[in-house]
């Protein structure tokens, strides 16, 4: 009996070691199913706090490139005020900055941001666009933009450079938001209390760290994680054990940020999660063993089995406790999410959903319970969502959540709210559980959307109602768009001509021009503007003034050409018609020049003669004073005559390429002195006293010495002729305006307002000197030519106290 026992004994304490074994690899398989399960939820939820944070900077700089576009501000400092004021309204950005393609800071909310040029080429080598065209630059480790430019940098700063374009007409810009990383640390720090074993790290596609919980090695091969090398980027997220953040072991999972090129990876080490499990299950499997030897010793000592019985009902309610702990902890994680989780009975009956719902539809979170899940969405989408549902629970695999936009109006004050569902059908054994899914708010987003496309649209109509002939063109030089104005100006309708390719009855060397200048384009990103001929509706040449820009592209479409034209025929045509009449009107001009030159010689040779043999006459003749009278007479009108001839010749000269100006070193005083000399039996004569006033240092000039003393002598020889007599005349020489000018004052009778000008003109005489004292009217003229051909100017003004001053200014 005693053997028997032994066998007995022996065989039950076999069965229970293979027992306690197969219930440890149970148990522990269910433990890391749900360590794998909360692994993937806590990526879920760190990956959607991350592409919303994003979303929202995105969503935020398309609204302030908006409104910098709409109020036309184009100056640094009010961009800048306009970007302080939007980020009053965003939190944990630390600055937003606009530059321009080259990197340029034209604004920045930071003052000392403006003027500085950033690297935009090294940022966008391994940067990927979002669906809106916003792209990630690298993870900078400095305080602020002005760091780049060198100097040591804080340790422990870092901001993360977000980009995106904004762009109207022939204004473009791009607008850097400058993101906190220490905002993503925020989130891994809250969602991960209270899990002490488990860390969190945000990294890039191509395999930089951003933030984490765990410590961030410069020399850590992070590019070797999993996610990058097995799964992405077949899967956005997924499970795997092995080589992790830390070392050793790891249980981890990760999940791709929606729309960008980031994941979040959450992982526990293996030698925690064994530690975990043992404390959980550890004394469940005491227990199991205790009872196993209870049965062994029930059959030595009975009274033994019935306290290891009780033994382990007390650790299966201590295990159940610890279950309920983890369900409760599994909840405010749940309620920590933004978005509201819900899941269905096999009917689509909601049968749980998460207290966010109340935000989302005004109803509290056990009014839906119950209720059938079509009852979301608006009458007109119901039928929809319960297709989509059906779809979905058709599928006997697992498959990609089945995503749709539902409008809800609100019960209490019948607003429409816009809800993105997303839900996955939950199978076991191939047979339908229910629906699981999230419920989140794309009021904001939907509103935004529409309300860019009504700007698009706006801009779309305001370019088909523009007076000039605008097109867009793709890359490939296929047209894309033209307004009315271009189908006037070619004669062509849009219908026969987008799709097809740009040079439609162009020459060879003019569509050459147009494709170097589409190059051009989109080599420098600049706008280009140029000139060009091209055929018309009328069929002929027409002068056009040609603006291109370009448009940046996106995920969806390619950058595109979009080309302006204005036609200026009408004025090149007026401008070739006024360059033909001045040149004719020069060589006119030139004609008479020539003619009065060779006019005046010929007329010199028979005055020279009239005026010596009247001379040799009036010698002879002293006995006869009559005849005497006669050759005086004779004398004096061929004077006057040659006097004439003498001026018509200067004038020609000087309006002709004969009378060129010669220029040379003179000295002041050399050039008054002589004129006065010259001049002073005239003033003798008229009782008339002469005072010169000039500086009293030797002052060089370069000027045509004979032709400046020609003015000189003419303006005093005028004002000797109508100087009362007894009166004074004043020649001044002084500097001004950076040269030297020259004023004659006389006491005469003045000149009329309204002839200040004219006497300048040949022939002509003022009204107060036509009494005989004046000459041939050409004085004056001459003067103002010399003048002009030394580069200053000549004018005539009155003098306060009576009297007529000449300003002669050179230079």
Not at 271 to 286: E, F, K, N, V
Not at 506 to 518: I, P, T, V, Y
Not at 577 to 601: G, P, Q, T, V
Request: glycine share 8%; hydrophobic share 40%.
């Amino acid at each position: 009996m005693k053997t028997l026992l032994h066998r007995a004994a022996a065989a039950l304490t076999l069965l229970m070691v293979l027992g306690l074994a197969l219930v440890a690899r149970f148990d522990w398989i269910r433990f890391e199913g749900t360590l794998n399960q909360r692994q993937t939820l806590l990526a879920r939820v760190l990956a959607d706090q991350t592409s919303r944070y994003l979303d929202l900077a995105v969503l935020a700089g398309a609204q302030t490139g908006l409104r910098l576009l709409e109020d036309g501000r184009s100056d640094e400092s009010s961009q800048s005020q306009a970007l302080r004021t939007a980020l009053a309204y965003q939190g944990e950005v630390r600055a937003l900055t606009l530059i321009d393609e080259t990197g340029l800071v034209l604004a920045s909310t930071e003052a000392a941001d403006v003027g500085l040029r950033l690297p935009l080429d090294a940022w966008r080598k391994n940067a990927y666009p979002n669906r809106q065209g916003a792209w990630l630059g690298p993870l900078l480790h400095v305080r602020g933009l002005a760091d780049l430019q060198g100097g040591p940098v804080p340790p422990g700063r870092e901001l993360l450079p977000l980009l995106q374009s904004i762009s109207s007409g022939d204004r473009g810009w791009l607008l850097l938001t400058q993101l906190n990383p220490e905002r993503f640390a925020t989130d891994q720090l809250q969602t991960l209390s209270g899990q002490q074993d488990a860390v969190a790290l945000l990294l890039r596609t191509d395999g930089q760290p951003i933030v984490g919980s765990v410590e961030i090695s410069a020399s850590a091969s992070w590019g070797k994680l999993a996610p990058l090398t097995r799964f992405l980027p077949a899967q956005e997220f997924g499970q795997w054990s092995g080589d992790g953040l830390r070392p050793g072991t790891q249980h981890a999972a990760f999940r791709l940020v929606r729309g960008w090129p980031l994941l979040t990876v959450v992982e526990s080490g293996q030698s925690d999660a064994i530690r975990a499990w043992w404390d959980q299950s550890g004394d469940l499997l005491l227990a199991c063993a205790l009872a196993g030897a209870a049965l062994i010793a029930a059959l030595l000592l009975a009274a033994r089995v019935q306290s290891g019985r009780e033994h382990a009902l007390v650790q299966r309610d201590h295990a159940r406790a610890e279950a309920t702990a983890r369900e409760e902890q599994l909840q405010v994680i749940v309620q920590s999410l933004q978005e509201a989780v819900f899941r269905t009975d096999e009917d689509g009956r909601v049968a749980f959903v998460s207290d966010q719902v109340e935000r989302l539809t005004g109803r509290m979170a056990a009014a839906w319970v119950g209720r059938p899940l079509v009852e979301l969405a608006a009458l007109p989408q119901r039928a929809k969502l319960a297709a989509l549902m059906n779809e979905g629970s058709q599928q006997a695999t697992a498959q990609e959540a089945k995503r749709m936009l539902l409008d809800f109006q609100d019960p209490d004050n019948d607003q429409v709210h816009f809800l993105d569902i997303s839900l996955r059908a939950l199978r076991r054994d191939g047979r339908l559980l229910g629906y699981a899914g999230s419920l989140g708010d794309a009021t904001g987003r939907v509103r935004a959307q529409r309300s860019l496309q009504a700007q698009l649209s706006f801009l779309q109509q305001e370019l088909e109602v523009s007076p000039l002939p605008t097109s867009v063109v793709d890359l490939q030089h296929r047209y894309v768009f033209v307004n009315h104005a271009w189908e006037q100006f070619h004669g062509r309708d849009r219908s026969e001509v987008l799709g097809t390719l740009v040079g439609f009855g162009l020459s060879a060397a003019q569509r050459s021009l147009h494709e170097s200048m589409d190059a051009e384009l989109v080599t420098s990103g600049k706008p280009v503007r140029y000139e060009a001929r091209m055929p018309g509706i009328d069929g002929r040449e027409h002068d056009l003034i040609v603006f291109k820009i370009l448009l940046p592209g996106d995920s969806q479409q390619g950058p595109r050409i979009v080309t302006k034209t204005l036609d200026v025929t009408e004025l090149r045509d007026a401008e070739r018609a006024n360059r033909d009449a001045r040149e004719a009107a020069e060589e006119a001009s030139k004609l008479k020049s020539e003619f009065i030159a060779n006019i005046s010689h010929e007329l010199r040779t028979p005055l020279q003669s009239i005026i010596g043999f009247s001379e040799l006459g009036g010698a002879r003749s002293a006995e006869q004073p009559r005849l005497q009278r006669m050759f005086v007479d004779i004398h004096g009108a061929g004077r006057r005559m040659l006097h004439l001839v003498n001026d018509l010749l200067d004038v020609a000269r000087l309006d002709s390429s004969v009378g060129s100006i010669q220029l040379q070193d003179a000295e002041l005083s050399s050039l008054i002195a002589p004129v006065a000399e010259e001049l002073a039996p005239l003033l003798t004569a008229r009782s008339l006293t002469l005072s010169v006033d000039m500086p009293t240092q030797a002052t060089q000039l370069r000027v045509d010495a004979a032709r400046l003393q020609q003015v000189l002598r003419n303006l005093l020889a005028n004002a000797i002729k109508f100087s009362p007599p007894g009166s004074h005349i004043t020649l001044r020489a002084h500097g001004a305006n950076g040269g030297l000018c020259f004023q004659v004052d006389d006491e005469g009778p003045g000149i009329p307002e309204a002839e200040l000008e004219a006497i300048f003109e040949p022939f002509t005489q003022s009204s107060r000197t036509k009494d005989g004292s004046g000459g041939t009217g050409l004085g004056l003229t001459i003067s103002r030519k010399i003048a002009q051909a030394h580069g200053g100017r000549l004018w005539a003004e009155n003098r306060q106290e009576g009297g007529a001053r000449f300003v002669l200014e050179l230079p």
